[in-house]
């Protein structure tokens, strides 16, 4: 393992026999960050799979033209999706309740 890339501080799941097992979270050089600003959320008996979308906006420079544009519709771009087992999913909103300014009941949309 590289010096280069950055890691999360290791976590130590417990095995079948409650054995410590360390795990390192490396995130590769070559991994990217996108700006999502919407999410569909798709849930099953056994998981559940969060697709992150990034809304592409057609490049217009004339008022008219954007006019006509936004009416045809923009496209969100599936930037990311991740499957979670449903059994493990618990911990997930928990870690995310836990995020400094995240508010369970965000505003509305024109109420910020």
């Known amino acids: 393992m590289s010096d280069d890339n950055p890691t999360i501080p290791d976590a130590t799941p417990e095995s079948d026999e409650n054995e410590r097992i360390p795990l390192r ?17 798709q849930a099953s008996d056994v998981d559940v799979t969060l697709s992150f979308f990034e809304v592409k906006a057609p490049i ?28 493990r999913f618990g911990d997930f909103l928990k870690a995310l309740n836990g995020v400094p300014g995240f508010e369970k009941t965000p505003p509305k949309v024109g109420e910020q």
């Open 60 to 87: 217009v420079l004339d008022p008219e033209g954007q006019k006509q544009a936004l009416k045809d519709g923009v496209t969100a771009e599936c930037v990311a999706r991740v499957t979670i087992a449903l059994a």
């Open 25 to 41: 979270f490396l995130i590769p050089v070559g991994v990217t960050s996108r700006y999502a600003q919407h999410l569909i959320i």
